[in-house]
């Protein structure tokens, strides 16, 4: 199981946000700078205050082979599932994964 941190900022805002949070090096943080993985799972949007391509707070649990198993997202940030419900959702991605019809 790999967790990845995505958002539309730069790698360099990626590097900083690593730094001040001290994030582990497992946590890999991709770039959507051109909005191409926000567009196709329905994650853009234009924020109330008219930014446009802005990522809705997300956790998504997808398997290897593209199966979108668990979502969660929010409009209206701050707002975060809580650990429970992510937990919840690894453990069946996981028991799916390992089922003979998974």
């Not at 993985?37 to 994650?43: D, E, K, M, R, V």
């Given at each position: 199981m790999q967790v990845f941190g995505i958002s539309v900022d730069s790698t360099w805002a990626h590097d900083a946000w690593r730094a001040q949070l001290g994030l582990p090096g497992e946590l890999v943080l991709l770039s959507d700078f051109n909005r191409d993985?926000?567009?196709?799972?329905?994650?853009s949007y234009t924020s109330a205050a008219g930014m446009r391509g802005?990522?809705?707070?997300?956790?998504l649990v997808i398997t290897p082979d593209r199966k979108l198993v668990y979502r969660w997202d929010a409009p209206d940030p701050p707002r975060l599932p809580t650990v429970d419900e992510v937990l919840d959702a690894l453990g069946q991605s996981t028991a799916l994964l390992s089922s003979p019809t998974g």
């Open positions: 993985f926000g567009n196709a799972y329905g994650l802005v990522l809705r707070r997300s956790v």
